[in-house]
């Protein structure tokens, strides 16, 4: 049974500092990772990753494949109140996209 | 910005009621997929289609139905509402390759 699993489940952090957000499947036919950020209403897409080892980057987060191991870290530095929401990690496989069960991220000012 | 949309955003109905959950995107991708999602809880697939006149089942049991006549067209239907449909269903599209849009999502309130 195809599978992804976040970690932590929720996480509290102050303004300014830094977060990893995990992410580890069991998939058949993998073909890409994704992160996702849902606020009140839809997802909203973050990164795409297909190769193991090159990170991507955008502003202040940054995310990282490691196809080996089956996972990927979701890292935010400098973290604001704005980040606060629940970040999903989706799996490609063929046709379908298996999502985690998130990570809640609140950022106290 | 992605181009799906869904309608209504937000609805409350009685039990029994029949209702179709509008989605419609214009960016001509053949893959969409209907989620519903409880509050603090993951996404689950309901139903996907990958073209015109092709609707799967997805992981999660469901009572609904859907169709899909028209590429850029993938309605859902309750025949009959019950307060266990309450829920957000989101509606997503994509290419082959590419990452998952979604629509606004809508939120329906059965009583």
């Known amino acids: 049974e195809d599978k992804v699993v976040q970690s932590p489940l929720s996480l509290v952090v102050h303004e300014g500092d830094t977060v990893t957000l995990n992410c580890s499947y069991e998939?058949?036919?993998?073909?890409?990772l994704l992160w996702y950020k849902q606020e009140k209403k839809a997802p909203t897409f973050l990164f795409m990753l297909t190769s193991s080892g090159i990170e991507k980057k955008s502003g202040r987060l940054s995310s990282i494949l490691d196809k080996k191991e089956l996972f990927s870290i979701l890292n935010i530095t400098a973290t604001q109140t704005g980040d606060s929401a629940v970040y999903l990690c989706a799996v490609r496989t063929g046709n379908q996209f298996y999502f985690g069960t998130g990570t809640s991220l609140t950022v106290i000012p | 910005e992605a181009d799906i949309y869904q309608t209504p955003r937000y609805l409350v109905i009685g039990t029994g009621k029949k209702i179709t959950l509008e989605c419609s995107q214009t960016m001509g991708h053949d893959k969409m997929y209907w989620y519903q999602q409880d509050p603090g809880m993951e996404l689950h697939l309901i139903h996907y289609s990958y073209g015109v006149n092709s609707t799967e089942k997805g992981d999660l049991s469901s009572e609904s139905t859907v169709s899909r006549i028209r590429t850029e067209h993938f309605p859902l239907t309750l025949e009959s509402a019950r307060p266990s449909h309450t829920s957000q269903y989101l509606c997503?599209?994509?290419?082959?390759?590419?990452?998952?849009?979604f629509g606004e999502g809508s939120r329906l309130t059965v009583l």
């Open positions: 997503a599209s994509s290419e082959y390759t590419g990452e998952l849009f």
């Open positions: 998939v058949t036919n993998f073909r890409s």
